[in-house]
Every structure is written in structure tokens, then in C-alpha cells.
């Protein structure tokens, strides 16, 4: 059959590869895809916009496709599995109604509340002088929030209250995040170690993938601003079996019940965002409705499942009895970024070194990359993530760095401290 993936950046290219491999697929499409997904075997390009989604299904119905994997969270949103699914096509995505999860701050802080999923603390404002007035009496740090979809960079840890105060005029009153920060969420700070929890979901059934952990501010020591995400690693050592459970328990079965309680069916990926504080416990910091990037990269680099049949079962109910095999080692992204990233940066950059990256145990996933000429450019904010496979994420760790020396553009940046929680972690014990 031929699959579908809607998207462009290295979460779709990394999509694209891991569905090319499974002998149910013929062809992979993606829309509209990068240089990378250019590159693939049985893998083509088609110059869609994620977010029209009428080409799409039209796109869909005229190549005959088998099945579609939505990677970006705006056209889940925008419906855009209600449209396939009306005209008889698989979608695997959240519809509208449920991807509100993704979509509304509010909507998830809301839904966590009514259903007794552990959260921090919220309150919600429109109005500008309200939100200023509350943020006065909150203890500091404190998170704010733009409610709608911001890419990963409505999000503000205020240490003071000049900060706090600076963005929710940013969000209410300057409208940096357009509709999206027309309504501002204020919480509570969560102490503890950020880890990433993602399922595959059948509407009862949940499937969890392999734990990871990713590194969301662009500097190293986690300093800096708030990006879409500059690496991630697979397993994630703070998710232990117990705490898996507890996962399990207390966030995912309540959040899957939760919905369809609601009336809401969810079938697609979901993905938990937890804080783990100091005695283990998990709270949920947000919730997403599609596969995390870069945290898609080095999670699909160690499965050794076919996951187009994976989706599939999700469309009989056979989801449950389903096995997922993983390789045993570690799997580290570095994601390589644009000077400037994620503000304004040059597109339109000779990349160089891709050709000298040769080694079965790496993968360079491609992002913000366009292919001019024959030569590949720079052509976004996150440009790669550089994947390699280590039996500790320390060998993984020093196997991505050697690699992501070899590539380079004018101006190109990087984290050098990628994985360093779990390896410091790997030290304790192995001492």
C-alpha cells in the first residue's frame, strides 16, 4: 500500500524512513516533506501545505493511499482526520474534538482537573490588568502560558516578577502569539526531571512506546530560550518500571477513559509531557497529540517493529495484543539549528559534511532542509538531528557529537550537553 506523511520537518522524515521499511509499503508520500524524506528509497515529495487540508485528502483519494500519519499538530487541530475519515480514508490522528488535548492549554488543564489526573496548579485570564494583578501574588518561579499553538515557544519560566509580568504584556497585549496567546495560562512551577511519555492509542487500547527525554532550551545547562526541542535520548532512565506504572495508572488509562466519557474517541499518538519530582511521582505538564520532535528521531531509530502495521491495528482493535520489540541500546538526536533559531535566522545555506556520516549505528534526520541544485540547504530554524546508537547513552552520546562534527553550514549551533542527566545518572550507578 502507499502511506501518507503530513509534515516536513525531522519528526516526518524520521516517519518516513521507519514506515518505508515495513514490506506493506510500497510507496511513501510525504507532504511536503524536506531533503531528507527526498532522499529516501520508494520516498517522494509532493509540494502540499500541511494545513490545506482539502489537497490533502484530495492527494490521498488520487494515489489510492492506504494510510496517513499526520505528523505536525496544526492540521490534527484543524480536522484534518474528521476530512479523511468523511471521505472514507485512514487517518492516523486525533480528530478535532479530541486534539483539543494539543490545541487549548486551558482545555487540557480543564480536562486534567475533572478527571483527577495529577497537574500543577493553573488559573486562566483574557483580560490584561487581571492577569498582572494575579501574577503578584504567585510564588516565583512561575509558568506562563500561551493557550493555543505556539511551536514549542509559548512558554515562559518567569524567575521574577518583572519577567512575569513582561510576558503576559507579550502574550496579551502585543499578541506575539497572534489567536494563540489571546488567553494566557498561569501555573504553579513544577520541580523535578522533565521526561516524555508517548502511546499509540486505539480509542480503548494503549500501546506505550519507549521512554525518552528531551532538551527543550536552546543552551546548554538548559539556559536560554524555549525551542521546539535541541535533542533527545531513548530510554529515559528516570522513567523506571514503577514509574512507568504509575504512568500508566494515574495520567494515561485516566486520560483515555477520560475522553471517551466525553464522547471523544482518540486514536493516534500521545504524548504526556511529566515532571517527575524527587519521591517519583509524575505530574503532567502538558498533553500533545502527535509524536514529539526530536524525541520521535531516536525513539523510531530503536524500534525494530513494522510500524505501519502498528497504525493499522489501531483501525481493528487489535492494538492491545500487540508486541513491540526495540533494540537494546540507547538511541541520542542532536539537533543541529540555525544561528539566530528560534528567532530570526538565514535560510538558504550550503550544508556540508552529510556524505562523510556512513556508520549503520547513526542517523541524520533531516529537518528545515531543501534540496537546490543538488545541493542540500539550509532552509529552517532546526535544520538536523544527528541520531546514534550507544549500549550506554554516554557511547550514543559521544557516537552523535562525533558525527555532528563532521556536518556544518555558516552559523550553525548546537547543545554539547545532550543527554547529560541520564549520563550522569549512569555514573551514580555504575560507581
Known sequence: MKVLVVGGGGREHALAWKLGHSPLVSEVLVAPGNAGTENEPNTHNIPINPEDLES?????ISESVGLTVVGPEQPLVAGITDRFEAAGLKCFGPRAAAAQLEGSKLFTKSFLQRHNIPTANYASFDKLHVALEYVKSVELPMVIKANGLAEGKGVVVAQTQMEAEQAVRKMLENRAFGEAGTIVVIEEYLQGEEASFIAMVDGTNILPLASSQDHKTRDDGDKGPNTGGMGAYSPAPVI??????QVMQQVMIPAIRGLSSEGLEYRGFLYAGLMIDSKGTPQVLEFNCR?????????????????????????????????????????????MASNGYPGNYKKGLNIQG????????VKVFQAGTVINEGQVLTNGGRVLCAVALGNTVREAQVLAYENVKKIDWDGAIYRRDIGYRAIDRERVSAS
Open 240 to 245: 523506571t518500571p514503577d514509574i512507568h506504572e
Open 56 to 60: 490533502l485528502v484530495a492527494l490521498a
Open 291 to 335: 509524536f514529539g520532535d526530536p524525541e520521535t528521531q531516536p525513539i523510531l531509530f530503536r524500534l525494530r517493529s513494522d510500524l505501519a502495521e502498528l497504525c493499522l491495528k489501531s483501525f481493528d482493535g487489535t492494538l492491545s495484543g500487540a508486541a513491540v520489540e526495540w533494540d537494546s541500546r540507547a538511541a541520542l538526536g542532536v539537533v
Open 354 to 361: 552529510l556524505e562523510k556520516i556512513y556508520d549503520d549505528s
